[in-house]
């Protein structure tokens, strides 16, 4: 299980927080999944990133964000199980006009291969999909419990708050980087994205 830490562990936790949850989607996923009853789960990826820098940006906070990516951990690994679980959320959050994205981390492995053409690895907690995102600004974590806010950000936040893009080569998927950040610097230019590294 992935318990992150308090907000208020984490150097620029707080300044990082309060930015996110300048996107009232984002504060509306986390006030309700928190008494879903999942045990291991985050709000990740794109949807704080991206309401940081639109905020800095003097743009909406919700601005451009294409999804919104709950990950969670859950051994049944079959397709019913997390479908139910898909389709309790959209139920939860229906009345947002959003597209929420919710993977069961223990289920990657699955159907990574035949995506990409290569292996995921094992999956133990839902913070093991985090670790491999193909960006480390992005590799973020943020969810609620009844003691307040959790983060997770194995490669800290300075990178994300700073604007600048670096890869995660833990994975040989450099084309999903270049896609993604090409993506990003379209619609926030003053990004500065860093290379893929030749050998990774």
């Known amino acids: 299980m992935s318990t992150g830490v308090p907000v208020d562990q984490v150097a620029n936790g707080q300044t990082f927080l309060d930015l996110v949850l300048r996107n009232r989607f984002n504060r509306i996923i986390l006030?309700?999944?928190?008494?879903?009853?999942?045990?291991?789960?985050?709000?990740?990826?794109?949807?704080?990133?991206?309401?940081?820098?639109?905020?800095?940006?003097?743009?909406?906070?919700?601005?451009?964000?294409?999804?919104?990516?709950?990950?969670?951990?859950?051994?049944?690994?079959?397709?019913?199980?997390?479908?139910?679980?898909?389709?309790?959320?959209?139920?939860?959050?229906?009345?947002?006009?959003?597209?929420?994205?919710?993977?069961?981390?223990?289920?990657v492995p699955i159907w990574y291969r035949q995506k990409y053409g290569i292996e995921y690895g094992v999956v133990n907690a839902a913070s093991d999909g985090i670790d491999r995102f193909a960006y480390r600004t992005t590799a973020i974590g943020l969810r609620k419990d009844a003691d307040g806010y959790r983060l997770y950000a194995p490669f800290g936040l300075d990178a994300v708050l700073s604007g600048t893009i670096s890869p995660n080569p833990v994975l040989p998927i450099r084309q999903v980087y270049e896609a993604k950040t090409a993506r990003w610097q379209s619609i926030w230019p003053d990004l500065r994205v860093m290379p893929w590294p030749d050998d990774a």
């Open 31 to 107: 006030d309700r999944v928190c008494d879903f009853g999942f045990d291991d789960w985050w709000l990740t990826a794109g949807c704080l990133a991206q309401s940081l820098w639109n905020v800095s940006t003097n743009r909406p906070a919700e601005n451009e964000i294409a999804d919104y990516d709950l990950f969670y951990y859950d051994p049944d690994t079959s397709w019913d199980a997390e479908d139910n679980v898909i389709t309790a959320i959209a139920e939860l959050l229906s009345d947002l006009p959003i597209r929420i994205e919710v993977r069961n981390q223990a289920r």
